[in-house]
């Protein structure tokens, strides 16, 4: 599916205008086929079903292609959206790029979308499958998975990775069996026309309205995964070890473009255990990490760090906002880039100085990597009348999805003139008149740990529960705001919010904080 013009995006490059997502990486398999490509966490059985997995590119190809043959001898059409809702294993990179080799379109969810937000973003993209995995930490995804499907009628088939799946389930742990590969014919890759303006894939953001469905194309994805490649410098086959699952325009664009883009080593951590990941940077010799970035400053005042000091920290910050009051970076030896994440509209990286303090974002266009003066122009930045950011160029989604909603009142990702999109966070000019400081996030919404809520809908489903409960969100240094809940039964009110689907973050702010630390200040 192509929206609007199929035209190569320039800013790509000349050797991306045309290539997809999923092409990248087989011509890496056909390059190097016994390096090693993905690299599950050594704790994986912890929290989810199965052994760790380590696959070369040859092996992860076989898997990729067999993936996209399931899902098209499914019978699913060209253009498809199948729903991904998988921990950060193997498993996810691999069925994200084989929904994309099958010629679809891959519709991410965070693991904490419960019932009611899994339901709402499937049901207005029309999804036609889901693939999940059985269990994740003590939850049942796979009884979840059915159960979504039953609310969303689109909803054809729903897939699995996993031990004892419920019964309706199609299990694609037998894919991994060589037997099962070899009997799988190579489909076709080539797509007509442009194929990189064909839509690769769909996330959600929030508004004050609700959720929305974000859509980009191969070419609006690889030009977010360049800007943090060339910030980073990362080197040809380099080792990158993401925390952050490829749930979200951000997560894609720190964890799988990078490492498609380099055609080097990902290894995967399920967060967060900070000495798993330790004992990940020393053996799998990761020399690039990704982590949020309030993580970063806290393990290296903390001396996280010192045992193997990566080479580069890719820093992700949901909250922008916390960025600008950041302390400085103290660990001269590694390199901290900045990657400020506005929603799903766009991201900035930025490599800190010999100061260590964060740099400013660029009023007017951003060019990666950002100290050159002819690198490549990967968006533009401007304040609006209303003192907020506002973005548009190559990675910014340049029309609505599904086409025609803008004409149905419903919700939808708005882009303005010029192709500008407000990310509605504030900001202002800093003292040169060149660049812009992020201030606050919107006002109408919460934002905990990167998962966004319109406050006024939680007042309105937790007041249905118990008309005298309140709801309030509160500054947190770590991730943005945290919610705190007051009612006369807690535990009454955590299952009734379970019960009706939401996230579990919102069901936690009822919890009983008696015996934690600092419960009275919380309180």
Avoid at 233 to 253: E, H, K, M, V, Y
Avoid at 258 to 268: A, E, K, M, S
Avoid at 313 to 328: E, F, M, N, T, Y
Avoid at 491 to 510: H, I
């Amino acid at each position: 599916m192509i929206l609007g013009r199929s035209a190569p995006t320039a800013a790509s490059g000349p050797n991306q205008q045309r290539v997809t997502i999923d092409e990248i990486f087989h011509r890496h398999a056909q390059r190097r086929p016994d390096a090693t490509a993905l690299i599950d966490a050594d704790n994986r059985t912890a929290f989810t079903d199965g052994e760790p997995r380590r696959l070369n590119y040859a092996q992860a190809e076989r898997m990729v292609g067999a993936i996209a043959a399931r899902l098209r001898q499914m019978g699913l059409p060209t253009d498809s959206v199948v729903g991904i809702q998988l921990p950060n294993t193997v498993e996810n990179i691999l069925t994200l790029l084989g929904v994309l080799r099958a010629g679809l379109i891959a519709a991410p969810l965070p693991l904490l979308s419960r019932r009611a937000d899994a339901v709402a973003a499937l049901a207005r993209i029309g999804a036609k499958a889901l693939i999940t995995r059985g269990r994740v930490g003590g939850f049942n995804h796979g009884q979840l998975a059915l159960t979504i499907a039953a609310d969303v009628f689109s909803i054809r088939y729903v897939c699995g990775f996993g031990a004892h799946l419920p019964d309706g389930i199609v299990a694609f742990d037998e894919l991994f069996e060589d037997r099962k590969l070899d009997a799988i014919p190579p489909l076709d890759r080539e797509r007509a026309n442009n194929a990189s303006a064909h839509l690769a894939a769909i996330t959600f953001d929030t508004t004050e309205g609700g959720l929305v469905p974000v859509a980009r194309n191969h070419a609006e994805f690889l030009a977010g995964g360049l800007a943090v490649l060339l910030e980073s410098r990362l080197a040809q086959d380099a080792g990158i070890l993401s925390t952050i699952a490829p749930a979200s325009f951000a997560g894609l664009c720190l964890t799988l473009l990078p490492w498609l883009l380099c055609g080097g080593t990902l290894v995967l951590h399920h967060p967060f255990d900070a000495a798993v990941l330790a004992r990940q940077s020393r053996e799998e010799r990761g020399g690039t990490l990704v982590l949020p970035g309030p993580v970063a400053l806290r393990l290296a005042a903390t001396g996280g760090f010192a045992m193997d000091s990566p080479a580069c920290v890719i820093a992700a910050w949901r909250s922008p906002q916390l960025l600008a009051v950041s302390d400085a970076w103290r660990e001269p030896e590694v390199s901290l880039v900045d990657v400020p994440v506005f929603g799903e509209a766009v991201l900035v990286a930025a490599c800190r100085s010999g100061s260590g303090k964060p740099n400013p974002l660029p009023l007017g266009a951003v060019i990666a990597p950002r100290a050159s003066a002819s690198g490549v122009v990967v968006a533009e930045l401007t304040r609006t009348d209303a003192d907020t950011l506002a973005a548009r160029g190559p990675m910014v989604p340049h029309h609505v999805f599904p086409p025609g909603i803008e004409r149905s009142g419903l919700p939808h990702f708005t882009i303005g003139p010029g192709g500008f999109v407000d990310t509605r966070f504030t900001c202002r000019g800093d003292s040169t008149g060149k660049g812009l400081i992020v201030t606050g996030p919107p006002a109408e919404l919460v934002s905990v740990g990167g998962y966004r809520f319109p406050l006024h809908d939680l007042t309105e489903i937790i007041r249905r529960v118990d008309p005298a409960a309140t709801l309030a969100a509160l500054p947190d240094p770590l991730i943005g705001q945290r919610l705190i809940g007051n009612t006369a039964d807690r535990a009454t009110m955590q299952a009734a919010l379970s019960a009706v689907g939401v996230n579990p973050l919102v069901a936690a702010a009822f919890r009983d904080r008696s015996s934690e630390p600092n419960a009275e200040s919380a309180a």
